[in-house]
Structures are given as structure tokens and as C-alpha cells.
């Protein structure tokens, strides 16, 4: 005599396997899970005395088993998709080994694998996810605390989530702890079944498609990049990869540089191209490209002087259409805001694409970055008079990043700077902040300075204009003696030195 705890798979009938249908054959009781088995398979065996353990207790379900044992009759314990994953088995088995009634396992297809055939997906895309986490939402049954699902989605691996659609708001709540809002996600509902139904979005649609559906009961929520089809290019096949069984020739190398950009030239010429010869000669073995992520520059500068500059997604499509392997993306950015962000989505969208695919982060991005800068302006701003105070403007943002110019500040201040401040054209701490703090000490000059890569529009007209609503023109019906130098960053040797830096650290990563 013997119990089976066989694997009936998702639904299909034909999921089970042979060894599976043979156990089930080969019994003369069945006990199965209810609605969650797929009645054919009791077809495999219908002279058997069968139970549907749904309305049994644990101590119903042994007591048929020890019956059956007591008889020596064989028993198939039938459970959905594999026994293993949410099967309940280990409480049954322990009071079988308690009984001395002997057991075997046999395992079946989950209902993750049937629910990844249904999206024609492949859980272990290339270079998107090599990594497959199994969990669920905590409800009746707890999770421990270091597998919550927000800590799980830190990975931002593959994801299947059982037994939760009941509550995919919360679901959704706690994976955006890890993923983003564009992250793609699907809920197959009784997956492989003749009735099954899929529903596609991302984490921002997915909660509220599903419960439009109805969806309820016996549905797998998926999560992770490798349902985007834009990452469905197996590397394995792609032309420009080159692996231990296939050749592809010299692999080609870039450096793709990002800024806002400017319309300006000359200011240009003294940043933008500064940071990207210095990088350029330091990288010599990388090919230096440039993209901009202002599009109105961007058209501005084609339509006035027929420059052409890629946006970042036309410069890493030309990227991969010419054949390169490996692109580190460096921004120019002044602080992680928004742009940046935006700039980071839209480089993940092509990591199936290169070999390598790297980016790095933004000027002020580590505490070290704050009190190097700050060196960096005690050295740059030039010929500061001991009654002057120094007015840097940064653009501001209203993403949280904003803090970095408060911070800033602090770490000025820390430094022995106490007559430099920080203002934001678009955000705290505005002007008229800053014009407070000034009072209190009793300035009477100013000297106004760009916290910007570039002396551009926001320098040259928001800053030092003549517009009545200008910093300048602010400051001056205040009563101060203004005067300007109007240098970027990007201009100070120590910034260009810095974002090489960065760049060198991510490449040795």
C-alpha cells in the first residue's frame, strides 16, 4: 500500500504526467482538491472510491488513508498544479510518517509554468532576469517579514504571485516599493483551463483592469520586464552578441553623454564639449557619443543651425543599429530628479540589446559629491570679496531630489562657506528665501553664479537678465550690488574631473 501525492498540473488534463496518471490508475482511492482539479482526471481512474477533499478536515483525509491502509489500498492524493508549492502536503505527510504509511511525491506543472505558456513568455530572459521568485501576498497565512513582497521586489526579478488576487491593490502597493509604475504585469486566470483568461498592463493599470474583469479566484499575477516584448530578443541569437560558441568580430565600444543640452554655442563649447573631450581623451578605447534629453533644444537647434542631436532613445537605437556592444550612459545631470529618472527608464528599455548596458548617476548622487563640489566652487568662483556674499542658482525641480540644493547649502556652510547660498529657479529655496537669509547678516553685495551645467537661458535671463522678475533685477531693488559670473559647472576643470571620475568608477564596476 502506498499514498501518491501526485501533481494534477494547472487544469489541462494532459498536465499531469504519466507517472502521475499511472499512480492514479494504479489506486483504489482518490482524494482530490475539489474544483481546483480538473474533473477529467478522475476519468483516469472512474472505478476508484473518490473523495473531494474540500469538505474534509485533515483528520477526515487521514482517517481515509489509515482505512485505506488498514486494506491495503492504494491512495491518490491529488493536488493542483505541483504539490510542492502550496500544497499543504508537509502536515499530511508528517502524520502519515507518524502512522508508518508509506508515500511518494510526484511532482506536476505549476500553474506559474501554464501561466507563462499562456503569455508566450520566457521567465529567464537574457540579460532582463535570471532570477524566478515564487511568493504570495500575506492574508490569513503570514509571510515572514524579510520575505514581504515589497522586500522581494527589490530584486526586480521575475515574479509570480499565487493566492492574491483578491487583493491585488495591496499586491500592487508592495511590489512598487521595488518596481516602477511601467513595470509590465499580467494576471492569468485558471491558467490552461478551457475558460482561461489573460489580462495585460503595468503595475499602474493591472489592479484596476483585473478587478473590472472580476477576476477574483484561481488567478496568477506575473510580474517583471520579461512580459515587456520589447525584451523578447534572446541575445542568443542577436547579430552584435558574441558568446563562447559564436564570434562576433572587434566588439564596438561607447560612452554616450547626457545632458539637458542648450541652444547656446558658446556655452556649449566651454561645457558641454569640455566634459566630453576630457572624457573622451581618458577613455580613448570608447567611442564618445552625445545625446540631449531637451527635445524643444533638440528642434531648436536643427531648424535654426541644422545641427543634428539625438534625443537618448534615437542615440541608443543608432547605437544598436551600428553594431555596438557595450554603452555606458554618463548624464551630465546636476542632481537624480526627474529628467534623470525619465533618462534611466528609457536606457533600461534597450538592455537586451547590448552586450553590457551601464549608467551612471548625477553630479551630487553621494555625500563625498557634496563636499567636492563644494571645494570645487571655493576654487572657481573667482575674486570673492570678504563683504560679498556668493548667490548660486540651481534650476529646482519638484521631484524630492530637490533636497539636494538645501543640502548643499548645509555643507557650504559646514565647510567654513558661510557667505555662499543656494536658491532654485523652480523650486525651494526660492529667491525670496534666500534674500531673507541675506538680510540677516547684513550683506551688502552679491555675487550671482550659475549651479547649472551650463550658462544657458536659466543663466543668462532668469539669473543676470534684465527682465524685472530676473535674480538680478531682484536683488538689486533689494539693494544689493550685484555682479555676475556667469560660468556652468561644466566650465570648472574640478566638475569635468568629477563626472571622469564617476565614469571610471562605473566602468571598473
Not at 491495503?72 to 502519515?96: C, F, M, W
Not at 510526484?106 to 507563462?116: H, T
Not at 580613448?284 to 545641427?307: C, G, H, V, W
Request: aromatic share 8%; with cysteine; hydrophobic share 40%.
Amino acid at each position: 500500500m502506498k499514498v501518491y501525492f501526485i501533481g494534477a498540473g494547472a487544469g489541462d488534463p494532459e498536465l499531469i504526467t504519466i507517472k502521475g496518471k499511472k499512480a492514479v490508475e494504479d489506486s483504489q482511492i482518490i482524494i482530490y482538491a475539489g474544483s481546483l482539479v480538473n474533473p477529467e482526471i478522475l476519468e483516469y481512474n472512474p472505478e476508484a472510491d473518490i473523495h473531494n477533499s474540500a469538505s474534509l478536515s485533515l483528520e477526515e483525509v487521514i482517517s481515509i488513508i489509515k482505512k485505506a491502509a488498514a486494506e491495503n489500498k492504494n491512495v491518490a492524493r491529488i493536488h493542483t498544479g505541483d504539490p510542492s508549492i502550496y500544497g499543504a502536503i508537509k502536515e499530511q505527510i508528517d502524520l502519515l510518517e507518524k502512522n508508518n504509511i508509506d508515500y511518494q511525491i510526484i511532482p506536476g506543472v505549476s500553474s506559474f509554468l501554464a501561466a507563462a505558456a499562456a503569455l508566450s513568455a520566457e521567465l529567464t530572459l537574457p540579460e532582463v532576469s535570471q532570477t524566478v521568485i515564487l511568493s504570495r501576498q500575506a492574508g490569513r497565512t503570514p509571510v515572514p517579514e524579510k520575505e514581504k513582497l515589497s522586500r522581494l521586489a527589490e530584486h526586480q526579478a521575475s515574479m509570480a504571485v499565487f493566492l492574491s488576487v483578491q487583493m491585488i491593490e495591496e499586491v500592487v502597493a508592495e511590489l512598487l516599493e521595488g518596481y516602477t509604475h511601467d513595470t509590465p504585469a499580467a494576471v492569468v486566470a485558471k491558467a490552461s483551463w478551457p475558460d482561461e483568461s489573460i489580462i495585460r498592463g503595468t503595475l499602474a493599470d493591472i489592479a484596476y483592469k483585473v478587478k473590472s474583469a472580476g477576476i477574483k479566484k484561481t488567478a496568477l499575477i506575473m510580474v517583471g520586464d520579461f512580459l515587456d516584448p520589447e525584451y523578447a530578443k534572446s541575445k542568443l541569437y542577436d547579430k552584435n552578441f558574441a558568446h563562447e560558441y559564436r564570434s562576433a568580430g572587434a566588439e564596438k565600444k561607447a560612452i554616450l553623454v547626457v545632458s539637458f543640452g542648450t541652444s547656446y554655442h558658446e556655452t556649449r563649447e566651454k561645457t558641454i564639449q569640455a566634459c566630453e573631450r576630457k572624457i573622451a581623451k581618458r577613455f580613448p578605447e570608447y567611442d564618445l557619443k552625445r545625446a540631449f534629453t531637451s527635445q524643444m533644444i533638440i528642434n531648436k537647434l536643427q531648424k535654426r543651425d541644422e545641427i543634428i542631436i539625438d534625443n537618448p532613445e534615437i542615440a541608443l537605437k543608432k547605437l544598436y543599429e551600428e553594431g555596438y556592444q557595450e554603452v555606458v550612459v554618463q548624464p551630465l545631470h546636476i542632481i537624480n530628479g526627474s529628467e534623470l529618472h525619465e533618462l534611466i527608464r528609457t536606457v533600461k528599455t534597450f538592455k537586451n540589446n547590448f552586450r553590457t548596458l551601464k549608467w551612471g548617476n548625477a553630479l551630487l548622487s553621494k555625500t563625498d559629491d557634496y563636499f567636492e563640489l563644494a571645494e570645487i566652487l571655493k576654487n572657481e568662483i573667482e575674486n570673492v570679496q570678504p563683504d560679498q556674499a556668493v548667490v548660486l542658482m540651481g534650476h529646482g525641480s519638484s521631484h524630492a531630489a530637490n533636497s539636494d540644493y538645501a543640502a548643499l547649502d548645509y555643507v557650504l556652510k559646514e565647510r567654513g562657506m558661510e557667505n555662499y547660498y543656494v536658491g532654485a529657479v523652480e523650486g525651494y529655496p526660492e529667491i525670496e528665501v534666500v534674500i531673507e537669509q541675506l538680510e540677516k547678516k547684513n550683506y551688502n553685495k552679491v555675487k550671482l553664479a550659475p549651479l547649472m551645467l551650463v550658462a544657458g537661458d536659466h543663466a543668462q535671463n532668469d539669473m543676470a537678465g534684465e527682465a524685472n522678475d530676473s535674480w538680478k533685477n531682484i536683488l538689486e531693488n533689494a539693494g544689493y550690488e550685484v555682479e555676475i559670473q556667469l560660468k556652468g559647472l561644466g566650465e570648472y576643470d574640478g566638475v569635468q574631473n568629477k563626472y571622469t571620475e564617476k565614469l571610471n568608477k562605473l566602468l571598473s564596476e
